[in-house]
């Protein structure tokens, strides 16, 4: 049974900057690549950042680039996604995603976490 379960959601002032982070309660965290998803009221989930196992393979959505960095420590199982110049657009309840590497080119996790909210004032 595979269980990714996201923290460090909250509210921040625009501006300010947060820390998400997903660990994996699966006695193995081999997976190919992980990803951070979000989806905002009434949009579409959409893929923010993906990183392979190695960290040398990385994908940002254009939105988030130079603000948003992804990384993983597979010692610890974890990824995180520190978060800086929250935007108001950026509000959303943040998924912990991992999978295949090809995760990082088609943006779809084989597991998924139960989300974390972000709320971000203007």
């Known amino acids: 049974q595979v269980e990714l379960v996201e923290s460090g959601g909250g509210p921040v002032q625009a501006g300010g900057s947060l820390r998400l982070s997903c660990a994996s309660t699966?006695?193995?965290?081999?997976?190919?690549?992980m990803g951070w998803f979000r989806q905002a009221p009434g949009k579409e989930r959409e893929l923010v950042a993906a990183i392979n196992w190695k960290s040398d393979l990385i994908r940002y959505s254009d939105s988030v680039k130079a603000r948003f960095i992804v990384s993983r420590d597979n010692a610890k199982k974890q990824a995180y996604l520190e978060m800086s110049k929250l935007e108001p657009e950026d509000a959303a309840v943040y998924y912990c995603?991992?999978?295949?590497?090809?995760?990082?080119?088609?943006?779809?996790?084989?597991?998924w976490g139960r989300g974390t909210q972000v709320a971000v004032s203007a």
């Open positions: 699966s006695p193995s965290f081999y997976f190919d690549a």
């Open positions: 995603g991992a999978g295949t590497g090809d995760l990082l080119s088609t943006g779809t996790p084989d597991y």
